[in-house]
């Protein structure tokens, strides 16, 4: 059975930081990972996503230069390093994993999400 869970959400200041991880089991190791985000009222976005080997990494624009996202496959556990953390990152953050896409439109599957709220 495939799950990923996400943890390490909460409430920060601006500019401070937050981790993300998120657990993977089952049989989707291989896959590339992303983090996705949905803000109240807006659409899921993507964030950022890490291929298998964690040689190719995309983030998206209004992220990049804050956030990191890495991969620890001996733990099945991707990582999203978030700093100079805004009120616009508030958000429920997931975490996805596709066979193929590195930036994919729909990924094969989903967490349950984790909040993180900045607050001003």
């Known amino acids: 059975q495939v799950q990923l869970v996400e943890s390490g959400g909460g409430l920060v200041q601006t500019g401070g930081s937050l981790r993300l991880s998120c657990a993977a089991s089952?049989?989707?190791?291989?896959?590339?990972k992303h983090w996705f985000r949905q803000a109240p009222g807006k659409g899921r976005e993507f964030v950022a996503g890490?291929?298998?080997?964690?040689?190719?990494?995309v983030y998206a624009e209004s992220v990049k230069g804050r956030f990191t996202i890495s991969r620890d496959n001996a733990k099945n556990t991707v990582y999203l390093q978030m700093n100079s953390l805004k009120p616009e990152d508030t958000a429920i953050y997931y975490c996805s994993a596709d066979s193929l896409a590195l930036h994919p439109l729909t990924p094969d599957y989903w967490g349950q999400g984790t909040q993180v709220t900045v607050s001003s």
């Open positions: 890490i291929s298998w080997t964690g040689d190719d990494i």
């Open positions: 089952g049989r989707i190791s291989t896959y590339a």
